[in-house]
């Protein structure tokens, strides 16, 4: 069985600070997905990975795949508070729309 | 084009109790996809639909249970509710036969069972 990490956990920082969280599989990702989670609301998917060493940007959002695929980072520059949630990765196995998740990383950014 | 909807958004029942959740997708999505967020296991797969089919299946008990219908709509059961049943229930739908299974969830149902 697949397990994701996500670290860390729990993450407070001030307006207009850098930050990176991190994804990492016990096996090889078949695709990676990055979302966020406000409170009372589903996940909105932010980016899709696939190709090993892959850089995707997304405004102030950075998305890296590991050159192995079995890890990811994210990087946020100057992040606002308009960034807090829960960024959650997830691997679709190939298995018919089935997706595993990590537990999470909670941001809060403080204005 | 409307997003995936899902009700009743708010549900509170009793233990022993049974529930119906439902789900309409993106139009033109034929998978639907259900999961439980709780906040010490996360999210995890409870099962998807694909043209009335349960196409996949998580690790829950019977108890939990679902099905879709021809408008791609979709109902997920859960019977004789344990307090471990609380928790946000949420749909995704996805276009299918797209080579990476990008999924798009709705806000959520949220169950409390006291």
């Known amino acids: 069985t697949q397990l994701l990490e996500q670290s860390p956990q729990f993450l407070s920082i001030q307006e207009g600070e850098n930050l990176t969280v991190y994804c990492n599989s016990s096996?090889?990702?078949?695709?990676l997905q990055w979302y966020r989670q406000e409170p009372g609301e589903g996940p909105v998917l932010l980016v899709t990975?696939?190709?090993?060493?892959e850089v995707k940007k997304l405004k102030r959002l950075t998305f890296q795949f590991g050159d192995a695929r079995k890890d990811s980072s994210l990087h946020i520059t100057a992040a606002q508070p308009g960034d807090t949630g829960l960024y959650l990765c997830?691997?679709?196995?190939?298995?018919?729309?089935?997706?595993?998740f990590g537990k999470g990383i909670t941001l809060s950014v403080r204005p | 084009k409307a997003g995936v909807t899902q009700t009743p958004r708010y549900l509170i029942k009793t233990r022993g109790q049974q529930v119906t959740l439902s789900c309409s997708p993106i139009?033109?999505?034929?998978?639907v996809s259900w999961y439980q967020q709780t906040p010490g296991q996360g999210l995890q797969f409870l099962f998807e639909?694909?043209?009335?089919?349960?196409?996949n299946k998580g690790n829950f008990p019977g108890r939990f249970s679902g099905r879709q219908f021809s408008n791609s709509r979709s109902e997920m059961n859960v019977s004789t509710l344990e307090l471990g049943d609380s928790a946000l229930y949420l749909c995704?739908?996805?276009?299918?036969?797209?080579?990476?299974?990008?999924?798009?969830f709705g806000p959520g149902t949220r169950l409390t069972v006291t």
């Open positions: 990975v696939v190709t090993g060493g």
């Open positions: 997830a691997d679709n196995t190939g298995a018919n729309s089935k997706l595993t």
């Open positions: 639909y694909f043209s009335e089919t349960q196409r």
């Open positions: 139009s033109g999505h034929r998978s």
């Open positions: 995704a739908s996805s276009l299918d036969g797209t080579p990476i299974y990008e999924q798009y």
């Open positions: 096996s090889v990702f078949s695709s």
